[in-house]
């Protein structure tokens, strides 16, 4: 982006938090495609979303205003930032939530959800940290409570007041004359939205609605033990509600990232081992790193161990998610046969191959070699 960001915001380059946020949704409600009708409404809603993706997060924000340079989009909207998913369906970002917010506006339609809805983000994690546990803080975008109202969507000397249009009752009745006489039918009331009160001088800052689009910075402790795919149930923390009506929940379904030593299978561990052929036919005590940092698992490997022999050592596997058990660890031996020996190695093997009775191709010396080409 060419343009300053601050600029694009029109707030100071010593801005708090506060005033980046409030400048964004400001400018947001006037530039969203939904009401902004203008052909460049669209790019210049897209360019206000990237400056406030980087003047609200604190490295990005440090980086631009030390080098006066945008950090490389492959980091995302920061560090912790994670892609949301509706669970009703569907991607969502910032534009969708102001879509969100402008329908969901107290008189625009008979047809709005009070209650806020679920909303799921998938957790990325490496299995050292599931076997730890860890605290991560993600970053997404919901419709949180209006910080100016506190969720009431009252403004200054605003009150709840019946709603004219249905006095209260949150239906209103229609009338239609046919030829077989006059028929009434019941439906939702559009001005209160059935709930039979309407807001007298609303919240400048949501327009009565009682939250408005925010990007949101939670702190999720996942335990450890935790299994790919199993979820996290964050109460309160997804799509606030209408004008104090209960939020919903965050759901986060944590995905664990395949490890390059290990393979997790329920609560057990396996690992490959290479040992020599020496110590696969005398037995032999080896260490290997577990799955702790600083972890050291002392593997007793039995003698005449067999290539793809498993040994198992108890106790050394993940942590059973709850519990302060650990599953068990499975070492798959593997056998290493040298590819070059050294004289002395060669012969001890030779002398070996004789003691058991067993046949081997002798080396050839050159000697060997010329006497082969004369007979």
Not at 4 to 16: G, M, P, Q
Not at 292 to 299: A, G, K, T
Request: proline residues 5%; negative net charge.
């Amino acid at each position: 982006m060419a343009q300053d960001l601050y600029e694009i915001l029109e707030v100071d380059k010593n801005a708090s938090d506060d005033e980046i946020k409030r400048a964004f949704r400001k400018k947001a409600r006037t530039l969203h495609p939904d009401v902004n009708k203008s052909p460049d409404a669209e790019d210049r809603f897209k360019e206000l979303n990237e400056a406030y993706d980087v003047l609200s997060d604190p490295s990005k924000r440090n980086h631009y205003d030390r080098y006066g340079t945008v950090p490389g989009a492959a980091s995302g909207p920061g560090a912790g930032y994670v892609d949301l998913e509706d669970l009703f369906g569907g991607g969502f970002g910032m534009g969708d939530l102001f879509s969100s917010f402008f329908g969901g506006g107290m008189g625009r339609s008979a047809n709005v959800r009070r209650e806020g809805r679920d909303m799921g983000v998938g957790l990325t994690l490496t299995l050292e940290e599931v076997a730890a546990g860890v605290k991560k803080e993600i970053i997404y975008d919901r419709l949180a409570p209006c910080p100016e109202c506190d969720g009431t969507g009252l403004g200054e000397d605003g009150e709840e007041i019946t709603c004219p249009e249905c006095d209260g009752t949150g239906r209103v009745v229609t009338v239609q004359h046919t030829f077989l006489g006059d028929m009434q039918s019941a439906t939702t009331c559009p001005n209160c939205q059935g709930s039979g009160v309407v807001i007298e001088n609303p919240c400048p800052e949501c327009d009565g609605q009682g939250r408005v689009p925010d990007r949101q910075r939670l702190s999720v402790e996942i335990p450890a033990g935790i299994h790919d795919g199993q979820q996290l149930r964050m109460s309160g923390y997804g799509e606030a509600g209408i004008r104090g009506a209960e939020s919903g929940d965050l759901i986060v379904t944590c995905r664990i990232e395949p490890n390059e030593y290990f393979r997790r299978e329920g609560n057990d561990l396996h690992v490959t081992t290479v040992i020599s052929m020496v110590q696969a036919a005398l037995g032999a005590d080896i260490e290997i790193d577990g799955i702790f940092e600083d972890e050291v698992v002392q593997i007793k490997v039995p003698k005449g161990c067999q290539y793809g022999q498993v040994v198992k050592v108890k106790n050394h596997g993940m942590p059973k998610y709850g519990s302060d058990a650990r599953g068990d660890l499975y070492a798959h031996i593997e056998v290493e046969i040298p590819k070059r020996l050294s004289k002395r190695e060669r012969e001890l093997l030779e002398e070996l191959a004789e003691e058991m009775g067993e046949d081997f191709a002798e080396a050839r010396t050159p000697l060997k070699k010329l006497r082969n080409m004369f007979n």
